[in-house]
């Protein structure tokens, strides 16, 4: 973003100017780089300068107009030269081996200098002129349709390098150790501020962590004794805008050597390649907003280093280094070995906040199923079993819980005045979602006048006929220390035709007092509350038949869409039996693991009507916990099944065959796929051929049923599935009959099979149930159809 801003695409008439008008300024492609380097753009694979940063003289002692239309060798030297292409044409990330250490001859004086490389890849529609004749791919990283452009980075190395790329990791190998020895979060901070401060030299460095609004505050500092400490200080998202914390994640350090800097722009303005200009998010000397160098100046900092914090690739946390006597510039080497620290704190978080989740996870979820058994004794009131211990209060800990269901109501934890609950109760049917919630129950719905210090968090689970669940936190009064005012935006002054905007100049400590807040509900305590509303939905049908409305919701919960990969085709159906009850013991399951395969259940629980599909609800949910993100293969998944069977006291039997479709990269290529599966005591699967062949997946010997014993013996098979192969996987209801043994029936069914090969697989699964079942099924059919590498995609 220039100083200077005039009025017209970037501020409407009569717009208010603060620091939101800074999200919009592209702040990846500024034309210019900062000059404590110079950059080169070269067309590959002539390796000829199509666009040079205007200060290449300071460097490489050639003029910038004389250097464009040149091959490199002609501007930097013929072996330095040669450096660069070598790394540029092995295969690989480029950044792997950054820098590239070479030395120019600045009029017959050696120069050390670091080269940093990575390419600029675009779309072929943006080059409004060919490249030269392409070469074979460089590095592998050019898709068809695109073109590169090679970024060439040189910075001065001034006095020896301290280490190279390669040793980065001996360079930080002590701190990796006590990261590794860390007991608690504030010790993996405390350890990582120090380290970087140690290896980069900077006055000051801070962990800064992101709220859910990317507020983000200082966690743990390092810091010359002089300093004034930061610590525990809060800064708005606005200091650091969207495209801002978007670049942070593709490009994980941002050092600013001296932010008094005069900007180096790039010649000629648009590469010449595209007519655009050169996208630098990955450029380690892009140059940054002046408003951004502004408010570090208001700061009072003369450098500043950045390094990216993440969590599923997305931003939580920055390492925020500032020097204050001068500029300062750490080598690239340094600068790695800070980013590989980063990258490791990184690690330790998610790995210490997924350990930690799964702990808490694992308590709920036995929590879960105890109250999920206990809902089904219709001898004891439902709400009575949920308020008691362990109750609901400790799946979702709260101030305050309100069942009221099947005409009963009642309250554990702090009581609640009943029209207060009636009216949030109301409230929260009227939102049309199965799962209720807010943190701020006084700013979003104020017409209800309901008391922050009764009830300031709402969680709701509304139920049919007017039924529901109610959880509620009290307002949480707190301070929030923040650098600065974070709601004092009015930074703009209109000088004449023009509008300066210029970032806050005061971070004093300001204190503010956040109320009409609760403690803010979890993504997993949501996702809880949602198969709790499931399992209540099923105790609700079991205690009574007449909630039909119930039965169906509880249906469509449990027997979900299948996942839509590219290279499966789905069709699921559930066929109920001809009674009066609209569930069954029978279900189906499919999910994507997080290793890519994909996992398939068929499942029978032994038994008819309400009881069975509570005991199929319970164990759906179980099998699912263990086998999500199990390294387990189906039998380890089966066997696991029966121990937690067992040590939950789950007094059903059933019959299951779990499997998983796998495919490696080779495999893949050789269009072929692999199915794993274990078989607990269900019919087999029937594979059909893509020659229209059919083949009955059996399993010898026959293995128990899930819940006979704790110690059954449990086996995998595998079978190498060709590429359009379509599996069928179904309960006993669609081959068993009083007329018709059960081998029959999968002769029958496997013929019938073979007469519907190459037709969609909705129309394929209900033509099979057309032919097989008569008018009135005897009993439940649950059925799983998955083709291989459909080619209609």
């Known amino acids: 973003m220039t100083d200077q801003l005039q009025s017209g695409p970037w501020l409407a008439p009569g717009e208010v100017v603060d620091l939101t008008n800074c999200e919009r300024e592209p702040i990846h492609v500024p034309g210019s780089i900062q000059p404590r380097g110079v950059l080169l753009a070269l067309s590959e694979p002539d390796m000829v300068v199509r666009q040079v ?47 590239v250490e070479l030395t120019l001859d600045c009029d017959g004086t050696p120069c050390p200098v670091d080269a940093i490389l990575h390419r600029a890849v675009h779309s072929a529609e943006e080059a409004f002129r060919p ?29 020896p390098r301290p280490f190279s790329f390669p040793n980065t990791y001996q360079a930080v190998r002590g701190t990796i150790g006590e990261l590794n020895r860390a007991t608690s979060l504030q010790q993996l901070y405390d350890i990582t501020a120090e380290a970087v401060r140690t290896l980069t030299g900077f006055d000051r460095v801070m962990v800064y962590r992101y709220d859910a609004d990317y507020n983000g505050e200082v966690v743990a500092e390092a810091k010359l004794p002089e300093l004034n400490s930061f610590l525990g200080l809060h800064y708005p998202a606005s200091d650091i805008p969207a495209q801002a914390r978007a670049l942070y994640e593709k490009n994980w350090i941002r ?3 001296d932010v008094t800097y005069t900007p180096s722009p790039l010649e000629p303005v648009d590469l010449p390649a595209t007519g ?40 939580w946390g920055l390492i925020a280094c500032h020097h204050y006597s001068g500029s300062h510039a750490p080598p690239y080497a340094t600068r790695a070995a800070a980013e590989f620290l980063g990258s490791t704190l990184s690690l330790r978080l998610v790995d210490r906040a997924e350990d930690e989740e799964h702990r808490r996870a694992l308590q709920v979820r036995s929590t879960m199923a105890w109250l999920t058994a206990a809902a089904l004794d219709e001898d004891r009131p439902l709400a009575e079993t949920l308020l008691g211990r362990p109750g609901l209060l400790d799946v979702v800990p709260a101030d305050s819980v309100v069942v009221a269901l099947q005409g009963a109501t009642g309250t554990a934890g702090v009581p609640l005045p009943a029209e207060v609950v009636h009216a949030i109760a109301g409230w929260a049917a009227g939102q049309g979602s199965d799962v209720v919630h807010t943190d701020r129950l006084p700013l979003a719905a104020p017409q209800l006048d309901v008391p922050a210090d009764l009830a300031c968090g709402v969680l709701a689970l509304p139920l049919p006929d007017g039924q529901y669940v109610v959880w509620t936190r009290r307002e949480t009064v707190h301070s929030v220390d923040w650098g600065g005012d974070p709601h004092n935006k009015a930074i703009a002054e209109r000088e004449g035709d023009t509008v300066r905007l210029s970032p806050r100049k005061s971070f004093d400590r300001w204190r503010e007092t956040v109320r009409n807040r609760s403690e803010d509900w979890s993504p997993a305590q949501l996702s809880e509350v949602g198969d709790l509303r499931t399992n209540l939905l099923e105790a609700l049908y079991a205690r009574s038949r007449r909630v039909a409305q119930a039965a169906l919701t509880l249906q469509r919960s449990l027997l979900s869409e299948p996942p839509d990969p590219d290279h499966l085709e789905f069709a699921v159906r559930y066929v109920p039996a001809a009674r009066e009850a609209q569930v069954g013991g029978d279900w189906y399951d499919v999910f994507q693991q997080p290793d890519g395969a994909t996992a398939l259940v068929i499942g029978d629980v032994v038994g008819h009507d309400t009881e069975a599909a509570a005991c199929m609800g319970q164990l759906r949910g179980l099998l699912r916990g263990i086998s999500y993100d199990s390294a387990d293969s189906p039998a380890g998944v089966l066997t696991r099944l029966d121990r937690a069977m067992d ?32 078989n607990a005591g269900h019919p087999p699967p029937v594979l059909l051929l893509p020659d229209g062949s059919t083949r009955v997946l059996t399993a010898d010997p026959a293995e128990m049923l899930v819940g006979v014993h704790v110690d059954a013996t449990r086996r995998d098979h595998v079978v190498t599935l060709p590429r359009g192969s379509t599996l069928l996987f179904y309960t006993d209801g669609l081959v068993e009959r009083r007329d018709q043994v059960f081998d029959v029936g999968i002769d029958r069914l496997a013929a019938e099979l073979s007469t519907l090969a190459g037709l969609p697989m909705t129309e394929l699964a209900d033509q099979l149930l057309d032919r097989l079942l008569p008018e009135r099924a005897e009993d439940d059919v649950a059925l799983i159809a998955v083709r291989l590498n459909r080619q209609d995609r």
């Open 647 to 678: 040590g939950l006291q789950l007094k059903t039997l059933a019959s299951l065959v779990v499997a998983r479709l796998e495919q490696t990269p080779d495999e893949f290529e050789q269009g072929v796929t692999r199915l794993r599966w274990s």
């Open 131 to 159: 490249l030269a004749e392409p070469g074979p791919p460089v590095s592998g990283q050019v898709s068809a349709g695109s073109v590169s452009t090679l970024v060439v980075e040189l910075e001065p190395a001034y006095g």
């Open 276 to 315: 655009r200009p050169l996208d630098l998010t990955y450029s380690t000397l892009r140059s940054v907003s002046p408003i951004h160098c502004e408010y570090l100046q208001n700061m009072g900092v003369r450098a500043s280093m950045s390094i990216s914090l993440l969590r599923d690739d997305k931003l």
């Open 255 to 257: 050092l600013i050597s």
């Open 53 to 99: 940063s205007r200060n290449l003289a300071d460097v490489v002692g050639v003029a910038w107009d004389d250097a464009l239309g040149r091959p490199l060798a002609e501007v930097v030297g013929m072996v330095p030269a040669q450096a660069i292409a070598r790394s540029a044409r092995a295969f690989g990330d480029l950044r792997e081996r950054n820098p």
